[in-house]
């Protein structure tokens, strides 16, 4: 809890600030035992309830206002489509702030923490106009991915959005982190990025951006992936001494390179850009593991087809988006924590997935990261079956509060087909 300071009222006064409308009382006293003035301790605890009435219809006026706010955001997001404007203006924004800033200080307010409001405020109102855009059949999704054209994310994000109404339109950025930062702008909607994949494992990076980013995921697609040598045509496997892809890519194919004796790997940032470098470079020495759609988009020979060590190789994708979209109760759905435990409480983790076994919830998984600056600290990520609205949810997320130092709810979203 954060503390609360007390406020110091000059001399001769009654210590309470008088509210619009709010009917005023005399100053109370320290202690209940002597009271000056006659007042009683009843009439005290009216006068409270009043201030505390007068708030509440404060509050219920900003929420109000801030509504009609959100309403206008819907307009200017209209503007912003027709005129093809980016959904971020920094230049406004500053402006923005500089105002609010100068006007906080006017009403006897602290300017950095009224500052700090409204860039939650904006936040809100951009998270607002891609929800608000994306939620119409007859706009374009702008999704993003990591990669060129014919890698797997974008061979994904082909297939999970070919049938939505009002179509998509998908940008490739070279690393994670780029497309990350494309959804925290405004510059696209959403983004699929691969979170594990059967045969290699968790996908690090993807689970560090998720949290450091604040985005939230909206929902998860199960993409088989075979992988196919690719090199010039009329190559031959014999003279080969040069194979590159992605990481991923090179970890999941390692038994087939392992028997392509005197062959260097080498990373490079996606699969189908190195099929385009290996076109590039003219080598026939040279290959490169992609996708079946790289080698006919770059002109190619499949030299070897299904190499991945794992026959069943599939790679498991999340949507991320700025702003969370509602998941049906009596749908099947998934909600994904971040925690990070508590350094005083022995045990903490195996008394923590306690309270889930405890109330039938399963987890489908459970991975570590590093805390950053935090040596032989780590970030907890939970996929549980459920939705994050239902009681058992509710109850388990605050029957862990003892064991964690921090919780989030990284999203709730449909459960994919594991089988897809």
Not at 72 to 100: S, T
Not at 275 to 289: C, H, L, M, N, S
Request: proline share 5%; net charge negative; glycine share 8%.
């Amino acid at each position: 809890w954060r503390s609360i300071s007390r406020r110091t009222f000059p001399p001769g006064s009654t210590g309470h600030a008088r509210l619009p409308g709010a009917r005023s009382f005399s100053a109370v006293s320290p202690s209940y035992g002597d009271r000056e003035g006659g007042g009683s301790l009843s009439e005290d605890r009216e006068d409270f309830a009043h201030l505390r009435e007068e708030i509440e219809r404060l509050d219920d006026e900003i929420l109000t206002l801030l509504a009609r706010r959100m309403a206008a955001v819907d307009l200017v997001a209209e503007a912003k489509l027709e005129r093809a404007i980016p959904f971020r203006d920094q230049p406004r924004e500053d402006l923005v702030l500089q105002r609010v800033r100068q006007a906080a200080v006017e009403h006897g307010l602290d300017a950095h923490r009224i500052e700090r409001l409204y860039r939650d405020i904006m936040d809100m109102s951009v998270a607002r106009q891609q929800a608000y855009l994306s939620a119409r059949d007859t706009v374009p999704l702008r999704i993003g991915y990591q990669g060129v054209e014919g890698a797997y994310s974008h061979l994904a994000a082909q297939r999970r959005y070919a049938q939505r109404p009002g179509g998509a339109h998908l940008t490739g950025f070279k690393t994670f982190h780029e497309v990350f930062a494309a959804v925290g702008d405004g510059r696209i909607d959403v983004a699929l990025l691969p979170i594990e994949n059967t045969t290699a494992g968790s996908i690090n990076e993807t689970y560090d951006l998720l949290a450091e980013s604040g985005l939230t995921i909206t929902s998860e697609v199960v993409s088989r992936i075979e992988h196919c040598l690719l090199g010039l045509p009329g190559a031959s496997l014999e003279e080969l001494r040069v194979v590159i892809s992605h990481p991923q890519a090179l970890r999941q194919s390692a038994r087939f390179l392992r028997d392509l004796a005197g062959v260097e790997t080498r990373e490079e940032y996606d699969t189908a850009g190195s099929a385009r470098k290996v076109r590039e470079q003219g080598d026939p020495t040279w290959a490169a593991i992609a996708s079946e759609s790289a080698a006919r988009l770059h002109g190619l020979e499949i030299l070897a087809r299904g190499i991945e060590t794992q026959s069943g190789n599939f790679t498991r994708f999340v949507e991320v988006a700025r702003e969370a979209v509602p998941c049906p109760h009596d749908a099947a759905c998934k909600t994904s924590l971040l925690l990070v435990l508590s350094q005083s409480t022995p045990g903490a983790l195996a008394a923590l997935l306690q309270e889930f076994a405890r109330r039938g919830l399963n987890l489908t998984k459970l991975e570590s990261r590093p805390l950053p600056e935090s040596p032989w600290r780590y970030r907890f990520y939970l996929d549980v079956q459920g939705h994050q609205d239902t009681a058992p949810m509710r109850d388990v997320i605050a029957a862990i509060a003892p064991y964690v130092e921090m919780v989030n709810v990284l999203g709730t979203y449909p459960e994919a087909d594991r089988k897809a």
